[in-house]
């Protein structure tokens, strides 16, 4: 099989202005060891992804940690865009903050150091969203539950206050998002524990915009919000951290594989994440899938064309990603008859057979999308490929 790239992902930072308790790529909100992609990398990366993806309706996600942090390189990213015809479809997820700060939050220290960081400084929420339109952002997803957002201010600044979050959306639908060709999302996760202060923020969200519910989504005259997210998801936590529930690989894996658990066609949510690969880190790496399971290059060393080919001719003896390269070829071929791929279906067949792995799996990393990070499991997995 071969793999070719869907959507790109660009994490444009692992700097946020939030600490959500299960952040997976444990952004941070201090200045040590951030991370950042500038307009330069990403036009180069995304000239190189049209190179390599055959997909005519591929996706430009700017993503991150919060990447309006580095508001002025996505606007110029998002001009190159419009300006060179590419056909591509930009969007953004956001916490909303940056976008949507105004009083007490805005003046925050941390929050204002981060304003002036980003070049959002110069902008009130209603001249940043207009900017994003008109430099041709297509969509925009806004997370807002119990873990991004609060009522009220928050001491720590940990999430962002709802009535910023208020003004952001009042923005964004003013500003003709919340359409069929500019797409408005709410992307609501909660664990059980979080459902109820939750649903009671986005009551309180959707009646301010004074929107009613239809079906999953929301509307009023000819505007949608789109609703998404993962209910009764289960906290994942930032990785090295113990004070969250850990999903286990267990569950992950029943989440994922019901195909090939002999239940109804169709996959769980983690199974999407290889069609929505893939994902350029802020640092670089590159990851073939959405879940970051397994680096296979960096952009900064080398170009997307030539690590995707690396990967397609199966190249395992790259001393640095040989090993990833070997596995995902491996899954590649062992999930064959499926026609798509992923770390969860793979392992899924692997552990049926050999029940060991999945304890191993489990003590030591909790996640598929943790396993690519960690040498040593990648070293079992092989050694379980190299005696299959
Ligand atoms: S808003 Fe997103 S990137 Fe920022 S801390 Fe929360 S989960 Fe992480």
Known sequence: MRYEPRHLNLHVTNKCNNYCRFCYISATQHDKNEFFLDSNIMIRTINEFSKCSLNPNAKIVFTGGEPTLKFNDILNTLSYI??????????MFTNGGLLGAIGKYRKNKVISHMLNFSGLNKHTPKSAVNELKKAGLNGI?????ANHTSFNDNLKCHQVPLYCIKELFDQLLDQGYGTAENELILDVSYSDAEKQKSEEIIENLISHLNFKKKGND???????????????FTLVGRVGETNVEQLKLEDALDLTCEKLNGKKE??????????????IDSNGDVYFCNGQSF??????EDNLQNI???LNTNHSINEKYGANIKILNFMSNFTKQNKRNC????????????????KTINNAAGLCWNLGR???LQQIILNYIINY
């Open 218 to 232: 929301y509307i009023k005259d000819n505007q949608i919000i789109i609703r998404r997210g993962v209910v009764g």
């Open 82 to 91: 419009q300006e060179s015809h590419i056909n591509y479809s930009p969007v």
């Open 295 to 300: 680096l296979i290059g960096n952009i900064f």
């Open 343 to 358: 770390i969860g279906e793979t392992l899924n067949i692997l552990i049926q057979k050999e029940p060991d792995l999945l």
């Open 374 to 376: 960690n040498k040593d």
């Open 308 to 310: 995707f080919l690396a």
């Open 266 to 279: 169709g996959y769980g949510p983690l199974c999407f994440n290889y069609e929505h690969g893939p994902d």
């Open 141 to 145: 997803t806004v997370s807002v539950d």
